[in-house]
């Protein structure tokens, strides 16, 4: 009798939480009209009124110049690794040495020629240091993210980019752990880290960079980066694809002249209530870019228990264990924060 008590309250509360998730995501997207300008909501039209009497109304040629040098080729004196046939590549460890070391066991089973991180070895989990030996013994290819340009330049935060109090809470504490925990020698190694790399996968040549070409913290959602912006990005970067991560949410648009793919992180789940994280692999077929995003399993319970030993918050540990970001989510868009449990 008491079990079958148990299953039914169980059962209300997971139904109270289903309609709550409902409701906050109504209130998330629902359209109201307005337009967020500097620290006030106003009407739509207002906002569109004021935008269209600001500035100046260039001519049609002066317009055409500009938009020519928006989208000029910048010079990038990057050596082009490769060719490869078939390449894994993934971002954000933050300490997963459990998750590094299943991607590279898995990417050689798939046949990969050569592994890439872009970048945040650090943060979240537990250990830093424990994951330097396996970047070493996997010839992992390496970049700067926004962790290791702190760690190297002896900064007092992560430039993670958060502009939310909460958010800024938690990434100070995993920064400072990360800090602490961090050798001499291992802090130097990133600092020689390059800030971006290039690869030719096939015929096609690809851009890697962390948050994007523009800055290493740059957030590029799925929801919040308009084609025609990324089109751009391609353009001034001279390249048939980039390749970037930051977000902790891996996506992929193929455009007309090339593809943008964030290759997500494999320090913490992406998110959606599975406790695999994820890479890509990525191949070149009849001309086109191939792009597997791959969920990866690996031990996280054995991650989480050495979590909760190095005393890192619970809801660190809460996220690994459910596949739901607890900390961290203001940041993100309207329809990504819809998507979430919290």
């Known amino acids: ?29 629902a359209h109201r009209g307005k337009a967020t300008w500097g620290e006030r909501l106003v009407p739509l039209r ?7 009497a600001s500035g ?13 040098a928006y989208l000029r080729s910048r010079s990038d004196p990057t050596p082009v690794e490769g060719p490869y046939s078939r390449v894994a590549v993934f971002g954000g460890i933050y300490n997963n040495h459990y998750a590094l070391a299943a991607l590279l066991e898995d990417a050689a089973r798939r046949g990969a020629e050569a592994v890439y991180c872009l970048g945040d070895l650090g943060g979240f989990g537990p250990n830093p240091e424990s994951v330097w030996p396996l970047l070493e013994q996997g010839a992992v290819r390496t970049i700067q993210g926004n962790y290791e340009e702190s760690l190297a330049g002896g900064r007092e935060d992560c430039n993670c980019g958060y502009t939310d109090p909460r958010d ?3 990434a100070e504490i995993s920064y400072r ?9 291992f802090k130097e190694y990133m600092g020689q880290l390059p800030l971006r790399r290039r690869i030719q996968v096939g015929n096609r040549e690809l851009l890697l960079v962390h948050g994007s070409p523009r800055r290493i913290n740059e957030f590029l959602f799925h929801s919040a980066s308009p084609t025609p912006f990324l089109e751009a990005l391609l353009a001034q970067n001279d390249c048939d694809g980039i390749l970037c991560t930051h977000t902790g949410l891996h996506w992929h648009r ?3 002249d090339g593809d943008i793919v964030n290759v997500g992180v494999i320090g913490r789940p992406a998110n959606d ?3 695999d994280v994820h890479y890509a692999l990525l191949e070149e077929r009849q001309g086109r870019l191939r792009v597997e995003l791959l969920p990866l399993r690996y031990d996280y319970q054995a991650l989480a ?15 690994i264990l459910t596949g739901w970001w607890t900390t961290c989510l203001e940041i993100l868009p309207p329809r990504e924060r819809a998507a979430s449990r919290y």
Do not use: I, W
């Open 168 to 170: 800024n809470h938690f």
């Open 1 to 29: 009798m008491a079990e079958s008590m148990d299953k039914r309250t169980h059962e209300r509360l997971s139904a109270r939480d289903d309609e709550f998730a409902r409701e906050y995501r109504q209130r998330l997207t």
């Open 46 to 52: 207002e906002f569109r009124e004021a935008a269209a």
């Open 273 to 275: 209530g599975a406790t």
């Open 254 to 256: 193929a455009l007309g």
């Open 56 to 68: 100046r109304q260039g001519s049609a040629k002066d317009r055409a110049e500009a938009l020519k």
């Open 305 to 319: 228990q050495e979590m909760r030993q190095e005393k890192l918050p619970e809801e660190f540990v809460e996220t």
């Open 177 to 185: 752990y990360t800090e602490e925990g961090c050798s001499q020698e």
